[in-house]
């Protein structure tokens, strides 16, 4: 199934949970978060600062909601930097 064109970004398997998508709810998280960790440890290790080619790197898609104080979005972040990602925020 593809996300973008029948999800609205959201992946197939997403579907498939009971919390709210895109929220802190137990079960959408422990969905995400083996993903996010298994992306954030590729990000990682081929970021530029690394001597990698990836420069940036996009938390999530689709999504209207201010990300500003947003638990999830959060989350996401605490996760990619957990994981070794270098995060900056615009404005730097």
Do not use: C, K, M, V
């Given at each position: 199934m593809n996300g973008e064109t029948t999800g609205g970004g959201?992946?197939?398997?997403?579907?498939?949970?009971?919390?709210?998508?895109?929220?802190?709810?137990?079960?959408?998280?422990?969905?995400?978060?083996?993903y996010i960790t298994q992306m954030a440890l590729l990000v990682a290790k081929n970021q530029i600062s690394n001597g990698g080619p990836i420069i940036m790197v996009q938390a999530?898609?689709?999504?209207?909601?201010?990300?500003?104080?947003?638990p999830y979005m959060q989350a996401i972040e605490d996760t990619y930097r957990a994981n070794g990602v270098t995060i900056r925020k615009p404005g730097f």
């Open positions: 959201i992946p197939g398997w997403a579907s498939n949970n009971q919390g709210a998508l895109r929220t802190n709810a137990a079960d959408y998280t422990s969905a995400w978060t083996p999530e898609n689709e999504f209207s909601q201010a990300a500003t104080h947003n």
